[in-house]
């Protein structure tokens, strides 16, 4: 399995918080929300923090009963290994154990589908992706408000933004409404390793290694 190696250095002058977005996906269905998928608090000037990650995918399920906005923190839930090579479908039961399988071909090729039975939607389950970050439980990467009896086409990518700010692990964002960062993009590279510099000036410059 394919790891890759993202690298953060501060060197604006400031002690900087920072968060890293999965941002490349293309959702079929519905336009989902970008979730904090790692996050560097706090990090000195001139100090570094760094994250080595898979390619491993997880689809995901959760509720947010207060609704899916940006700054909603989605964290709780369930999660089952999922592979877009396979065209998996990963199939929701409201009213058991959540995921009780995955079938492989039943999605389009290159994507992952997730497909949900019957529920209130006042229940406020929501779908999306995961992948594990820092802890061994997968974060969320992107979600969208769950419909009873629907299913969602989701896309993976190898686009990873970071930015600024103080986020937690698996709080929404509209990245549409966001400026700053950077794009770290590891399509069609050979190199594994990723290194984002934040300047004095706010600007950011990324190399590969």
């Known amino acids: 399995m394919a790891t890759h190696t993202i690298q953060i ?9 920072y968060a890293a977005f999965i941002v490349s ?24 923090d760094s994250i080595v990650y898979d390619d491993s995918l997880y689809a995901y399920w959760g509720t947010t009963p207060n609704g899916l ?4 923190v989605v964290q709780s839930g369930g999660v089952v290994p999922v592979d877009p ?19 492989p071909g039943r999605s389009q090729p290159g994507t992952v589908g997730i497909t949900s ?9 929501v779908f999306g992706l995961a992948k594990v970050g820092k802890t061994p439980i997968p974060t969320p ?5 769950g419909q009873p009896n629907m299913t969602y086409i989701f896309t993976p990518g190898n686009k990873v933004q970071i930015m600024d700010g ?8 509209d990245l549409s409404e966001t400026a700053g960062g950077v794009v770290i993009d590891f399509s069609g590279r050979p190199q594994t390793t ?5 300047a004095a000036n706010g600007t950011w410059t990324v190399t590969y290694s």
């Open 25 to 48: 996906h293309d959702e079929i269905s519905q336009n989902p929300l970008s979730n904090a998928w790692l996050v560097f608090p706090h990090v000195l000037s001139g100090g570094f």
């Open 85 to 103: 090579a396979n065209a998996d479908m990963a199939m929701f039961d409201a009213g058991g154990p959540g995921f009780t399988q995955v079938v």
């Open 194 to 198: 990723a290194t984002a510099i934040q």
């Open 141 to 145: 990467i992107f979600t969208l408000p």
């Open 69 to 72: 906005v940006p700054g909603t």
């Open 117 to 125: 039975n019957a529920f209130m939607p006042q229940e406020g389950y």
């Open 9 to 17: 250095w501060n060197q604006s002058g400031n002690t900087t918080s």
């Open 166 to 173: 103080v986020f937690a692990p698996g709080e929404a964002a």
